[in-house]
């Protein structure tokens, strides 16, 4: 193997200001938007108390299992010690920062008190894993820095290994902690179950990866660099794996609850007669983030081009956010059940809504925060590259790995 | 001697002079007591007068902690006795909010250019208050009442 | 954290002080220890666990129609202070608006006997909000009251995901009415407190039951679950009763007769 260089990315001025332009002013609609509601109150979204948590939660949590499962790729390299991810590493670590800051900052904005978020940082309830989520999201960042580090800095190098191993196990705690914030609550149909830990954690490999060959894709063309076949196929092999596991883990998520009786209603809503929800369900979550994307990795031809596999990688991210949108809004639109064998015929209020499924239509602001939290996760490697020995300059199989030219490339 | 003791009293008269300024100054700034609320009234606060420019929030945040998880509400020290007693009154004998522009919460803070948020949340005209230290002598028969009868058991 | 520490202790010293009060009223039954009037006075010390505050409903004696309880509630908690913002759906604002109790209609699905209840914040002995509460906001008081820190809550709906019941509000809208009994303030979330300031101040009611003794319905009765004399233990003695989502285990304070 040779040495490899890593070079800034090279863009043409013009090119690269005007991506910055976009992505900022992207971000700077995404502030405005955050202002506007926390302005007036949070009576300007679509959220109520039924639906608590709304679109920016569903960019949120996308945003943050997608940094745990960017960082994926330095990780088979360093841990799994996969000598043709080493190149992979620098700009995986960067984009699991970006995707994570600008996920949390999403979070972080549709609070209801943000301005008390020193206090959020000060005074911890143990019992919370909202409370374990703020150590391990922070943790997170710092860790992936110092491994940031260990990969570009020659003294840091044999410390490679150690911190990388580290910061997987970390990301595992933090994603199997970012489902649990769904999966331990009792007091909903939909949650309340173990399986949501490892199923996030499935989906992060998935989206992070998707969204790091986008990135890749993008950069990569955008100066001239190459990416040899063995490259790309061992990426979307990569994709249709984890794309693959999520179909495996909703389908057990599901049978787990068909099986009991009691929770047979969710099932139905679900996935057969909740109108938006099912469709959701099926022709996003299913359709478009899996089935579509495994057709085309799994394609004899199709899978040989460029274009496809980047429409491929689209495709996952569409469905982690129709996953999203059903886990997080399909959920709670979904009445409590208090009392079992009874229809509620009055709840309240006649707006007010219980037994009933929760009306829910995101607002404009809710949407543009969310979307300027993507803004942002993609606004800090735009600048990262530039100015830092992020990318390799050549990802073509030759100096990847001189051995794989030998062999037949798909 | 004699030079010594001019420096002295020429020292005296400079130390009156400055202590006089301080305190003319003390009182031009610190005095936001409405005419028309209670306080007007008092000689002093719940403390003293300066203690109560210094400290009054550390008060008012013990209190606050006291009254939210111990259900202390019957001492000098919350912040809806401040207001009961604070608030001041319009011609018609209508109470004035608290933290409007003027009034003896926002002056002192507009002068000291100290944030206050507790009108985000509380009420600024007392209004269907529970128990403050003003509200206590509408209390005292219940409580005379309720002394009598711990001194029957 | 360290308050819930002090009242416990606190707790174990006054529970002494309590049973001997207890035995004193024992042996001496002539003296009036539940009349309101009679304990009528401010607190000075911080709460304990010698008493834990609860309601029983009946719900064959809550009438279909009455809303007497919700009014009174609305009435004490300022609640009806709460305006529509200027634009918000009227559908859409019911949702968004707090609600501390609300009346319920029940049909049971086989023999289409209809149930009236009003469901509120249930008070749990173990409640699901206050496990998830990131900043410790979300708390239950020494005597049994799951209420909401509202300076240290910052306002991220953790606990009204977490509630089986419903029964928590998010303040969505600035509100420029309040009662000094009841702050309110944009961005954070509020509950049922079973009329907090009533018990500090020495009055043993809440609005509610006392609304719905007062139209002389008598569904509610509130009381100390730990008072074995008391009005509260009396009434549960005497009928069959269950807890809202009692296979979730969480020990709930508000408990039904008749569903």
């Known amino acids: 193997m040779k040495r490899i260089v890593y070079r800034e990315w090279l863009v043409q001025p013009q090119r690269y200001w005007g991506l910055l332009a976009i992505l900022a002013a992207v971000v700077a609609v995404g502030g405005l938007s955050a202002l506007y509601m926390e302005h007036h109150g949070h009576w300007v979204t679509g959220m109520t108390n039924s639906v608590v948590w709304g679109m920016p939660h569903v960019f949120a949590v996308f945003l943050i299992i997608a940094a745990s499962g960017a960082l994926n790729v330095a990780s088979i390299g360093t841990v799994f010690d996969k000598k043709a991810y080493k190149p992979l590493g620098r700009l995986s670590g960067l984009l699991a920062v970006a995707l994570l800051v600008g996920g949390l900052l999403v979070l972080v904005l549709d609070l209801g008190r943000p301005d008390r978020l020193l206090v959020a940082m000060t005074t911890h309830n143990f019992s919370s894993i909202f409370a374990w989520n703020i150590f391990l999201y922070t943790g997170f960042a710092a860790i992936t820095i110092g491994y940031l580090w260990t990969m570009a800095e020659r003294k840091g190098h044999r410390l490679q290994k150690p911190v990388g191993t580290f910061a997987f196990l970390w990301r595992l705690a933090l994603t199997t902690g970012t489902g649990s914030i769904f999966g331990f609550l009792v007091g909903r149909e939909a949650y309340d179950t173990a399986i949501l830990g490892p199923m996030f954690v499935v989906m992060s490999f998935a989206y992070g990866l998707a969204v790091y060959m986008l990135v890749l894709f993008y950069t990569f063309d955008a100066d001239g660099r190459p990416i040899g076949p063995a490259m790309l196929k061992r990426l979307r092999s990569l994709l249709g794996l984890f794309v693959s596991a999520i179909l495996y883990f909703t389908l057990v998520y599901h049978l787990t609850k068909l099986y009991g009786a009691k929770h047979s209603d969710i099932e139905a809503f679900i996935l057969i007669n909740g109108g938006f929800y099912s469709a959701m369900f099926w022709v996003g979550w299913i359709l478009i983030g899996g089935l579509l994307p495994l057709g085309i990795i799994y394609h004899p031809e199709l899978n040989q081009r460029r274009d496809w596999i980047t429409a491929a990688c689209a495709l996952v991210i569409v469905g982690g956010f129709a996953a999203m949108y059903v886990i997080i809004i399909g959920s709670q639109a979904y009445p409590q059940e208090m009392f079992p064998g009874h229809s509620v015929l009055q709840f309240g209020a006649p707006g007010d809504v219980g037994g009933r499924v929760a009306p829910y239509s995101p607002s404009l602001p809710e949407f543009l925060l969310g979307i300027g939290g993507v803004g942002l996760a993609l606004l800090i490697p735009a600048v990262g590259v530039r100015v830092l020995q992020f990318l390799p300059e050549s990802l073509s199989d030759r100096d990847i790995d001189p051995h794989a030219s030998a062999r037949p490339a798909a | ?153 | 954290m360290n308050h819930e520490t002090e009242s416990t202790n606190q707790g174990r010293r006054d529970f002494l002080s309590a049973a001997m009060g207890v035995s004193t009223a024992a042996i001496a039954p002539g003296v009036i220890l539940h009349t309101p009037e009679a304990s009528a006075a401010p607190r000075t010390d911080p709460v304990t666990d010698v008493h834990r505050w609860g309601l029983l409903v009946d719900t064959s004696k809550c009438a279909e129609g009455c809303s007497a309880c919700v009014d009174a509630c609305d009435r004490e908690n300022g609640l009806n202070l709460q305006a529509a913002p200027l634009g918000d759906d009227a559908m859409k604002w019911q949702n968004q608006r707090a609600t501390w109790i609300r009346k319920v209609k029940l049909q049971d699905n086989l023999s289409g006997q209809i149930t009236n209840l009003p469901l509120m914040c249930q008070h749990c002995e173990h409640p699901p909000c206050v496990d998830v509460c990131p900043t410790g906001a979300s708390f239950k008081r020494a005597d049994g009251i799951v209420m909401v820190d509202s300076h240290t809550c910052i306002g991220c709906r953790y606990c009204m995901m977490a509630c089986p019941y419903k029964a928590r509000s998010f303040i969505h809208e600035q509100v420029d009415q309040k009662l000094t009994r009841a702050p309110r303030g944009k961005g954070c979330v509020e509950s049922c407190n079973l009329c907090v300031h009533r018990l500090d101040a020495g009055d043993l009611s809440t609005a509610c039951a006392e609304a719905c003794s007062a139209e002389g319905h008598r569904a509610l009765v509130f009381g100390d679950l730990k008072d074995p004399s008391g009005p509260l233990r009396q009434a549960l003695a005497k009928q069959r009763t269950r807890q809202i989502r009692q296979d979730l285990g969480l020990n709930t304070g508000v408990r039904y007769a008749g569903i």
Not at chain 2, 53 to 66: T, V
Not at chain 2, 94 to 119: L, T, W
């Open chain 2, 1 to 153: 001697m004699v030079t010594v003791m001019t420096k002295g009293v020429l020292l005296a008269l400079l130390a009156a002079a400055l202590g006089m300024g301080a305190m003319a100054q003390a009182e031009e700034v610190g005095d936001y007591v409405l005419p028309s609320s209670r306080a007007a009234a008092l000689g002093q606060c719940v403390e003293a007068t300066e203690y109560m420019r210094r400290n009054h929030y550390e008060l008012i945040r013990h209190q606050r902690d006291a009254t939210v998880y111990g259900g202390i509400r019957g001492t000098d020290h919350s912040l809806s006795g401040c207001v009961s007693c604070h608030v001041g009154y319009d011609g018609s004998g209508a109470p004035i909010e608290i933290n409007a522009k003027g009034q003896f919460c926002r002056s002192c803070h507009d002068y000291a250019a100290v944030q206050m948020n507790c009108f985000d949340c509380h009420a600024t005209v007392p209004q269907g208050e529970s128990w403050n230290h003003e509200v206590s002598a509408a209390h005292a028969h219940l409580k005379a009442f309720s002394e009598a009868e711990a001194k029957v058991r």
